[in-house]
């Protein structure tokens, strides 16, 4: 005598699994995150950081020039204010 087992898996024939495709789940909503105010900070210094990180030394006896240069009354024109002006927009937005 032979006992099959109730709800017995025949390996031929795929098992149906419960809550198969026939069910429909309802959408819970977006996922979303949010990032504290101090997080953000410190992104922001961090960042800063990278960025002088990746800066050119400061070379002292160029910024003494640049120094007499803007103290001389003659060297201030329209032209120097505009191309100084042109070369801070292209470093901002450039």
Partial sequence: MTIDRIGSIDPIQPGKKPGGPNQVREPRGADSISISFEAQEKAELLKAQEITA????????????????????????????NATADKLIDALFG
């Fill in 54 to 81: 990746m800066a050119p030394e400061v070379r002292a006896e160029r910024v003494a020039e640049l120094k007499e240069k803007i103290n001389d009354p003659a060297y201030i024109n329209d032209t120097v204010i």
